[in-house]
């Protein structure tokens, strides 16, 4: 009877299943276009997924090996059954094969079932609780079903009643994990998921690569909608990927504004967004809410605004604003997910369309528009930091091997500071370098941030003419945004650089023997990874080798290197200022008073004023090119001229 | 504030300059009369603007949430008072609301006062608040210094300015500003004879004046000059908080801050 | 240093010169006279003169006269000079703004500038509307005053003011309307003229000169010269206040009988303002919380009683004491308040930003080491809420008693 039951069971599974996939494709396809290339995205997915998604997983040992035991077994489980059971092959051979794939989802699943008896809160409950039970129930329903196959028990043991009860377990599992693949189980990460990998809309992520630049908006379209208002307006791929969302919760708990209580949880906003896809409300979302926001009152559609003016909307406008854009959650999503793009496309919307920046933010904005800096300060005063210290000015040389890039920090009379001690170093070290002075802008970073994408491209393209008109070899700053901007966001524009980060340089320096440093005196010292300079640029051992260099060692933090937590500064955050239960600057300061350090070293200016703004007693906060200049020893190095001609000889 | 979807308000706009850097921008209170107005008549707010259309500052207004403005094409030099008056005495506008005075060119703040003599409109300087419409008449709050308001009565139509103490324009936004339309509109033009006669030039500081010094003698002179100096942070320490709180007190009612 | 010991020239100039007006004032006392008996009595503290190095010379040479007397002889309420103008050749008419009944220094600095305007032939005319408290007219160089009162020009009410200006203008035909250009009247009162009677005027005229006038334009980032028309709005010290001569304030009235249109703008009075509704950008006077208040119930009592809008500095809106629209600083709202009470603030650089145009600043702190004790133009150390609590008694004693005296 089995015989017969099997293979219909079995392909009409397949049947629906392809129909479920042809219904989630479609929804997805309501998406704009994106173009990438399907068949050779297709090609690559395997090693995708082996590799680059397997790193990921591999920071969490026991979910890396229970998930390589669940789902390889449940691949190879799935094709033999096919083979074996819907074909009725009944091979010994393969069924012995079928068995072991069998066992070995099993095993895999009780791991599963195991981690489910006590989970973390980050992890969503509901129909995720119930998967680990449909694991078990497949593979030992098709364990069972199998026996006969590879002849270890005769073919017509058991009777009706057995088969009927063995019958129920695979129609069971095999709903669960055929069925709920396309029609939105949780095994639907396992479809969407492979095709998320296939066709991801940051493809250089693979094979180690690294691609956080915002991607440009065509402002050139007068009647198309700004932004991303509805679901549909996001890219059909950015729609695949919120579908292929674990709900595994790393996000959340990496989440800065998560943890400070302000209404974002990355985890529900990308669930959200699964929401507005199909259409319905959150009322079933079974992990935890925005902080502050009860379920059950948010739900969208496919064409619905996804923030609405009036009434609740899918999601609300704070959420979106209270992203400090760390990117920590993409770091740590298992599915390569990219919220942040998701998120600043929304902002996009509210801000290119809405003109719904909240609290400073239009000022900012409108400052930028008007005066080139989020300041609103006299742009004529940018380089009056500097009046003392006779600095070249790139229209007075023209050329030069660095090019220093100020940032607005010019304007703030802390963040003078730092760019004195550099300038004191790079003077010491007797660098060729020279300022853009008064030809130099806001970066854009905050503009885009805030989803003004015009006025980022506005300054973008001024700074690319300004920049245009010199040479030079290498663009240095001491602002990671203002880095990240110039090296990765000014390509699409036509700006292509060689941007490091002071304390890349201030590395290079050092182990050219170009500076003549003491040793740090004074206490321990801890190191805070600004996010745009590790997790967007992937620069963790040029500050800390620095630091080195002057007789510090880096007392580290729990949370440190990639997992470093934001100071609160990015994003437009403290411009946007979501009220949350406390304050993120406070919370990374507890981090940083925990290693006991009496001194925290930095590399951005958004860090230091975050950090400077924590009440006091609290650690000193200096940047790196401060620690640098203190130790600086200012005798002549003696092969200083015989650089400086190699140098000046590149042009 | 209620939508009155019926009042028919029209909203003079011009062409601002930032006060740091002198660019081109929606004008301050031009920018809060616009919003007053959207408040009052949402979307069927209407923007008039006098001067040239190609002024890309004009869209700051639209990215308010405007689809369209009408300008009567005015050369720089000219007088747009008669053209502004002939065309918003030939609407059926019930409230015309414009900034205090412009931020570029002579700015004298006369145009809602000539204006409203052109019409012979009433005219409510400083309109903070349009509190209720009533057969004809409107009840309306006016902003005085320091945050105080008053109460006035008037009939409509009429014109209103609004200075800084309106409510905060809105942010204008991108996309809208590029989509809205500048209704270009020819109309007579009248040449300012003012402008060939007067001469401008970059403002000069106004040094503060000195205090008038009444001394008679030489030392006294001196004393007075110093005085600014030496005076001003008077600390007082280790003093009962009942002393603290006197020093305060006098100084508040110096100030007459106490009301 | 009360005494110094100098020769004035002028004192001395005007003593030998019997035609000066302040002759008589500097006239020293006899040095000798006829006693009641017939002696000749000499006073010999008189003769003489204090020379430069604080001795007392006697110069019997008779060449000495005058100014013998100390500047305390000049101490004296001295009689200015009155100045009598019978038959104007033209007339400058002043409508100064009367901020709480009395003449404003901007108002002082109007009649100044008209003075200038008048010459020896002009009449300064100050028109005055409703009652009034200022006793200084004479010596703010007011020739001639029109005293409009009634009914009609009661409050605030522009239309009416202009009518009765208008008349004015054709009963005088004044040479020059001077009008202080103020958000306290005159510059509305002063447009509305303007438009009534068809005269384009200057605008925030800083200085009239030569028949020239030079104004500020657009945003304030221009100037504007131009030939000084016949109304003049004038901004705050465009001209010295008059100050030594004095006027006879002779008043005048308006030949014509008004008849005032049925107002078409009425005044229904001003609006109670609740201080901590008024936005932090305009309001007079601020009491704005720190870090170190402890007690905010106390603070907003003291809000309270003092009648002051609330602030805040960043730490007490981050710790979520005070909203975030009550920031105050470069990152909150810049303020411009009259007074400013900083309480338990400790003075961020930004947040001294944000009070620079801040009249008076006042700080009640713990530390007098800190930042904002060093801007304070008053600072009590010690510990705010004691200090709180002593200001909102003292305050209220001093409403009380208020009301006794009322009664």
């Given at each position: 009877?089995?015989?017969?039951?099997?293979?219909i069971?079995?392909?009409?599974a397949l049947a629906?299943?392809?129909?479920?996939?042809w219904?989630?494709?479609?929804?997805?396809?309501?998406?704009?276009?994106?173009?990438?290339p399907?068949?050779?995205?297709?090609?690559?997915?395997?090693?995708?997924?082996l590799?680059?998604?397997?790193?990921?997983v591999?920071?969490?040992?026991?979910?890396?090996?229970?998930?390589?035991?669940?789902?390889?077994?449940?691949?190879?489980?799935?094709l033999?059954?096919?083979?074996?059971?819907?074909?009725?092959?009944h091979?010994?051979?393969?069924?012995f094969?079928?068995?072991?794939?069998?066992?070995?989802?099993?095993?895999?699943?009780?791991?599963?079932a195991?981690?489910?008896?006590?989970?973390?809160?980050?992890?969503?409950t509901?129909?995720?609780?119930?998967?680990?039970?449909?694991?078990?129930?497949?593979?030992a329903?098709?364990?069972?079903v199998?026996?006969?196959?590879?002849?270890v028990?005769?073919?017509?043991?058991?009777?009706?009643?057995?088969?009927?009860?063995?019958?129920?377990g695979v129609?069971?599992?095999?709903?669960e994990?055929?069925l709920?693949?396309?029609?939105?189980?949780?095994?639907?990460?396992?479809f969407a998921?492979?095709?998320?990998?296939?066709?991801?809309r940051?493809?250089?992520r693979?094979?180690g690569?690294?691609?956080t630049?915002?991607?440009?908006?065509?402002?050139?379209?007068?009647?198309?909608?700004?932004?991303?208002?509805?679901?549909?307006?996001?890219?059909w791929?950015q729609?695949?990927?919120f579908?292929a969302?674990?709900?595994?919760?790393?996000?959340?708990?990496?989440?800065p504004?998560f943890?400070?209580?302000q209404?974002?949880?990355?985890?529900k906003?990308?669930q959200?967004?699964?929401?507005?896809?199909?259409?319905?409300?959150?009322?079933?979302?079974a992990?935890?809410?925005?902080?502050?926001?009860?379920?059950?009152?948010?739900?969208?559609?496919?064409?619905?605004?996804?923030?609405s003016?009036?009434?609740?909307?899918?999601?609300?406008?704070?959420?979106?604003?209270?992203?400090?854009?760390?990117r920590?959650?993409?770091?740590?999503?298992?599915?390569?997910?990219?919220?942040?793009?998701?998120?600043?496309?929304?902002r996009?919307?509210?801000?290119?369309?809405?003109?719904?920046?909240?609290n400073?933010?239009?000022?900012?904005?409108d400052n930028?528009?008007?005066?080139?800096?989020?300041?609103?300060?006299?742009?004529?005063?940018?380089?009056?930091?500097?009046?003392?210290?006779?600095?070249p000015?790139?229209?007075?040389?023209?050329?030069?091997?660095?090019?220093?890039?100020?940032?607005?920090?010019?304007?703030?009379?802390?963040?003078?500071?730092t760019?004195?001690?550099?300038?004191?170093?790079?003077?010491?070290?007797?660098?060729?370098?020279?300022?853009?002075?008064?030809?130099?802008?806001?970066s854009?970073?905050?503009?885009?941030?805030?989803?003004?994408?015009?006025?980022?491209?506005g300054?973008a393209?001024r700074?690319i003419?300004?920049?245009?008109?010199?040479?030079?070899?290498?663009?240095?700053?001491?602002?990671?945004?203002?880095?990240?901007v110039?090296?990765?966001?000014?390509g699409?524009l036509?700006?292509?650089?060689?941007?490091?980060?002071?304390?890349t340089?201030?590395?290079?320096?050092?182990?050219?023997?170009?500076?003549?440093?003491?040793?740090?005196?004074?206490?321990?010292?801890?190191?805070?990874?600004?996010?745009?300079?590790?997790?967007?640029?992937?620069?963790?051992?040029?500050?800390?080798?620095?630091?080195?260099?002057i007789?510090?060692?880096?007392?580290e933090?729990?949370?440190?290197?990639?997992?470093?937590?934001?100071?609160g500064?990015?994003?437009?955050a403290?411009?946007t200022d979501?009220?949350?239960?406390?304050?993120?600057?406070?919370?990374?300061?507890?981090?940083?008073?925990?290693?006991?350090?009496?001194?925290?070293?930095?590399?951005?200016?958004?860090?230091?004023?975050?950090?400077?703004?924590?009440?006091?007693p609290?650690?000193?906060?200096?940047d790196?090119?401060?620690?640098?200049?203190?130790v600086?020893?200012?005798?002549?190095v003696?092969?200083r001229?015989?650089?400086?001609?190699?140098?000046?000889?590149?042009? | 504030?209620?939508?009155?979807?019926?009042?028919?308000?029209?909203?003079?706009?011009?062409?601002?300059?930032?006060?740091?850097?002198?660019?081109p921008?929606?004008a301050e209170?031009?920018?809060?009369?616009?919003?007053?107005?959207?408040?009052?008549?949402g979307?069927?707010?209407?923007?008039?603007?006098?001067?040239?259309?190609?002024?890309?500052?004009l869209?700051?207004?639209l990215?308010?949430?405007l689809?369209?403005?009408?300008?009567l094409?005015q050369?720089?030099?000219a007088d747009?008072?008669?053209?502004?008056?002939?065309?918003?005495g030939?609407?059926?506008?019930?409230?015309?609301?414009t900034?205090?005075?412009?931020?570029?060119?002579?700015?004298?703040?006369?145009?809602?006062?000539?204006?409203?003599?052109?019409?012979?409109?009433?005219?409510?300087v400083?309109?903070?608040?349009?509190?209720?419409?009533?057969?004809?008449?409107?009840?309306?709050l006016?902003?005085?210094?320091?945050?105080?308001?008053?109460?006035?009565?008037?009939?409509?139509?009429?014109?209103?300015?609004?200075?800084?103490a309106?409510?905060?324009?809105?942010?204008?936004?991108?996309?809208?500003a590029?989509?809205?339309?500048l209704?270009?509109q020819?109309?007579?033009?009248?040449?300012?004879?003012?402008?060939?006669?007067a001469?401008?030039?970059t403002?000069?500081?106004?040094?503060?004046?000195?205090?008038?010094?009444?001394?008679?003698?030489?030392?006294?002179?001196?004393?007075?000059a110093?005085?600014?100096?030496?005076?001003?942070?008077?600390?007082?320490t280790?003093?009962?908080?009942?002393?603290?709180?006197?020093?305060?007190?006098?100084?508040?009612?110096?100030e007459k801050?106490?009301? | 240093?009360?005494?110094?010991?100098r020769?004035?020239?002028?004192?001395?100039?005007?003593?030998?010169?019997?035609?000066?007006?302040?002759?008589?004032?500097?006239?020293?006392?006899?040095?000798?006279?006829i006693g009641?008996?017939?002696?000749?009595?000499?006073?010999?503290?008189?003769?003489?003169?204090?020379?430069?190095?604080?001795?007392?010379?006697?110069?019997?040479?008779?060449?000495?006269?005058?100014?013998?007397?100390?500047?305390?002889?000049?101490?004296?309420?001295?009689?200015?000079?009155?100045?009598?103008?019978?038959?104007?050749?033209?007339?400058?008419?002043?409508?100064?703004?009367?901020?709480?009944?009395?003449?404003?220094?901007?108002?002082?600095?109007?009649?100044?500038?008209a003075?200038?305007l008048a010459?020896?032939e002009?009449?300064v005319?100050?028109?005055?509307?409703?009652?009034?408290?200022?006793?200084?007219?004479?010596?703010?160089?007011?020739?001639?005053?029109?005293?409009?009162?009634g009914?009609?020009?009661?409050?605030?009410?522009?239309?009416?003011?202009?009518?009765a200006?208008?008349a004015?203008?054709?009963?005088?035909?004044?040479a020059?309307?001077?009008?202080?250009d103020?958000r306290?009247?005159?510059?509305e009162?002063?447009?509305?003229?303007?438009a009534?009677?068809?005269?384009?005027p200057?605008?925030?005229?800083?200085?009239?000169?030569?028949?020239?006038?030079?104004?500020?334009?657009g945003?304030?980032?221009?100037?504007?010269?131009?030939?000084?028309?016949?109304?003049?709005?004038?901004?705050?010290?465009?001209?010295?206040?008059?100050s030594?001569?004095?006027?006879?304030?002779r008043?005048?009235?308006?030949n014509?009988?008004?008849?005032?249109?049925?107002?078409r703008?009425d005044?229904?009075?001003?609006v109670?303002?609740d201080?901590?509704?008024?936005?932090?950008a305009?309001?007079?006077?601020?009491?704005s919380?720190?870090?170190?208040?402890?007690?905010?119930?106390?603070f907003?009592?003291?809000?309270?009683?003092l009648?002051?809008?609330?602030?805040?500095?960043?730490?007490?809106?981050?710790?979520?004491?005070?909203?975030?629209?009550?920031?105050?600083?470069?990152?909150?709202?810049?303020?411009?308040?009259?007074?400013?009470?900083?309480?338990?603030?400790?003075?961020a650089?930004?947040?001294l930003?944000?009070?620079?145009?801040c009249?008076?600043?006042?700080?009640?702190?713990?530390?007098?080491?800190?930042?904002m004790?060093?801007?304070a133009?008053?600072?009590?150390?010690?510990?705010?809420?004691?200090?709180?609590?002593?200001?909102i008694?003292?305050?209220?004693?001093?409403?009380?008693?208020?009301?006794?005296?009322?009664?």
């Open positions: 009877m089995l015989d017969t039951l099997l293979p069971l079995i392909f009409c629906v299943m392809v129909l479920g996939a219904r989630r494709l479609s929804l997805w396809r309501q998406g704009r276009p994106s173009p990438v399907l068949i050779r995205g297709l090609a690559a997915m395997p090693r995708r997924y590799v680059d998604l397997h790193h990921v591999e920071r969490d040992r026991y979910m890396s090996k229970t998930h390589v035991a669940t789902a390889g077994g449940f691949v190879l489980a799935a033999l059954m096919i083979i074996v059971h819907g074909f009725g092959l091979n010994r051979i393969l069924g094969a079928l068995l072991g794939a069998t066992v070995l989802m099993f095993v895999g699943a009780l791991f599963v195991k981690r489910r008896r006590n989970p973390p809160a980050r992890l969503s509901g129909a995720w609780n119930r998967l680990p039970k449909s694991l078990l129930m497949f593979s329903s098709f364990f069972v199998t026996l006969p196959v590879a002849g028990i005769p073919a017509d043991m058991g009777g009706w009643v057995v088969a009927l009860i063995l019958l129920i129609a069971w599992g095999v709903s994990m055929f709920g693949m396309t029609w939105g189980g949780p095994m639907k990460h396992a998921g492979a095709l998320h990998l296939a066709w991801h940051r493809a250089e693979f094979g690569g690294r691609s630049g915002l991607k440009a908006l065509d402002l050139d379209q007068p009647n198309a909608v700004m932004g991303v208002e509805k679901p549909t307006d996001f890219t791929n729609l695949l990927g579908d969302c674990v709900q595994c919760g790393k996000c959340e708990a990496v989440c504004a943890a400070a209580g209404p974002l949880n990355p985890k906003l990308i959200d967004m699964v929401i507005g896809l199909a259409g319905g409300d959150d009322a079933s979302f992990g935890s809410p925005y902080p502050g926001v009860p379920l059950g009152e948010h739900g969208g559609g496919p064409h619905q605004p996804i923030v003016q009036e009434g609740k909307g899918l999601v609300g406008a704070d959420t979106l604003w209270s992203c400090t854009t760390c920590a959650c993409v770091e740590e999503c298992p599915m390569m997910i990219e919220h942040v793009d998701a998120i600043v496309d929304m996009r919307h509210l801000t290119l369309e809405q003109g719904s920046t909240p400073k933010g239009a000022d900012v904005l930028l528009i008007a005066t080139d800096n989020p300041g609103g300060f006299d742009p004529g005063g940018r380089l009056n930091w500097a009046a003392d210290l006779n600095l000015l790139m229209s007075e040389k023209k050329q030069a091997d660095v090019l220093f890039w100020v940032g607005d920090g010019a304007f703030d009379m802390r963040n003078q500071r760019l004195r001690a550099f300038v004191s170093v790079l003077k010491a070290a007797g660098v060729d370098f020279a300022v853009l002075g008064l030809e130099e802008r806001d854009g970073d905050v503009a885009r941030r805030l989803g003004d994408e015009a006025t980022f491209q300054l393209k700074n003419a300004s920049l245009s008109k010199y040479h030079f070899n290498t663009i240095v700053t001491c602002d990671p945004h203002s880095l990240h110039l090296k990765n966001e000014y699409e036509g700006g292509n650089y060689d941007v490091r980060h002071h304390s340089y201030l590395g290079e320096l050092i182990a050219n023997q170009r500076l003549n440093l003491g040793q740090h005196k004074g206490g321990s010292v801890t190191y805070h990874d600004p996010c745009y300079l590790g997790r967007y640029n992937g620069e963790y051992d040029a500050p800390r080798n620095v630091l080195k260099a007789g510090i060692e880096v007392k933090m729990e949370r440190s290197g990639f997992r470093s937590r934001c100071c500064g990015g994003g437009g403290p411009i979501i009220p949350g239960k406390q304050r993120i600057p406070d919370m990374r300061m507890d981090d940083i008073k925990e290693t006991g350090a009496e001194l925290v070293a930095v590399g951005c200016p958004q860090c230091t004023a975050m950090f400077e703004g924590v009440v006091e609290r650690p000193y906060v200096k790196i090119a401060e620690l640098v200049a203190d600086l020893i200012e005798a002549p003696p092969q001229s015989a650089t400086r001609s190699d140098a000046m000889e590149v042009h | 504030m209620m939508p009155h979807e019926l009042l028919k308000v029209v909203a003079l706009v011009s062409v601002g300059a930032h006060p740091v850097t002198g660019r921008r929606r209170q031009d920018a809060r009369a616009v919003e007053l107005g959207l408040c009052l008549a979307k069927h707010l209407h923007l008039l603007h006098a001067g040239d259309a190609e002024s890309e500052a869209r700051g207004y990215g308010m949430g689809a369209e403005m009408t300008v094409q050369p720089l030099h747009i008072l008669p053209a502004l008056g002939s065309y918003l030939a609407t059926d506008a019930q409230l015309v609301l900034g205090s005075q412009a931020e570029i060119g002579e700015g004298s703040g006369m145009l809602p006062y000539l204006l409203a003599e052109q019409l012979d409109w009433p005219l409510v400083g309109l903070a608040e349009v509190e209720s419409v009533k057969g004809g008449v409107a009840q309306v006016q902003a005085l210094p320091r945050g105080q308001r008053r109460r006035l009565q008037v009939r409509l139509p009429f014109v209103a300015s609004v200075d800084s309106a409510p905060k324009a809105r942010q204008s936004a991108f996309g809208p590029q989509r809205g339309q209704q270009s020819k109309v007579a033009v009248v040449e300012d004879m003012l402008l060939s006669e001469s401008m030039q403002a000069r500081p106004r040094p503060k004046r000195l205090k008038v010094i009444k001394a008679k003698t030489g030392a006294e002179r001196m004393r007075a110093t005085a600014k100096a030496s005076a001003g942070g008077k600390v007082l280790d003093i009962t908080p009942e002393q603290g709180a006197e020093a305060i007190f006098a100084l508040l009612k110096e801050v106490l009301r | 240093m009360k005494e110094s010991f020769r004035d020239p002028r004192n001395e100039w005007i003593a030998r010169n019997r035609l000066h007006p302040l002759y008589s004032a500097l006239q020293t006392q006899e040095a000798s006279w009641p008996s017939g002696l000749v009595r000499k006073n010999p503290h008189v003769s003489g003169f204090i020379g430069p190095n604080g001795l007392k010379r006697i110069d019997r040479s008779g060449v000495q006269q005058g100014g013998g007397s100390q500047r305390s002889g000049t101490k004296a309420a001295v009689q200015l000079p009155l100045r009598i103008i019978e038959q104007p050749s033209f007339y400058i008419v002043v409508v100064p703004d009367m901020v709480n009944g009395r003449l404003s220094s901007h108002d002082k600095d109007l009649l100044g500038l003075n200038t010459g020896d002009g009449a005319v100050a028109v005055v509307f409703q009652a009034h408290k200022e006793g200084g007219f004479d010596t703010a160089g007011v020739d001639r005053l029109l005293h409009l009162q009914e009609a020009f009661a409050d605030y009410s522009p239309e009416q003011r202009v009518t200006l208008c004015l203008d054709t009963q005088l035909n004044p020059h309307w001077l009008v202080p103020s306290t009247g005159g510059g009162l002063g447009r509305r003229l303007a009534k009677l068809g005269e384009r200057a605008t925030r005229v800083w200085q009239v000169a030569d028949g020239q006038c030079i104004g500020r334009a945003a304030g980032q221009q100037d504007m010269a131009r030939t000084a028309p016949r109304l003049i709005l004038a901004a705050a010290e465009c001209a010295d206040p008059v030594d001569t004095r006027h006879e304030v008043a005048i009235e308006l014509e009988t008004l008849f005032h249109r049925v107002g703008l005044n229904l009075g001003a109670a303002v201080p901590a509704l008024t936005p932090m305009e309001a007079e006077f601020i009491l919380g720190g870090n170190g208040v402890k007690d905010w119930e106390l907003h009592q003291a809000a309270e009683t009648g002051a809008t609330e602030g805040a500095s960043r730490v007490a809106v981050d710790d979520g004491f005070m909203p975030r629209a009550r920031q105050v600083g470069a990152t909150g709202t810049w303020v411009t308040a009259q007074v400013y009470l900083a309480v338990g603030i400790s003075g650089v930004q947040h930003q944000g009070i620079a145009t009249d008076k600043v006042v700080a009640i702190n713990q530390d007098p080491a800190c930042d004790v060093k801007r133009d008053l600072a009590v150390i010690g510990d705010s809420a004691a200090i709180l609590q002593a200001l008694e003292r305050v209220r004693e001093h409403r009380q008693g208020g009301m006794h005296d009322a009664a």
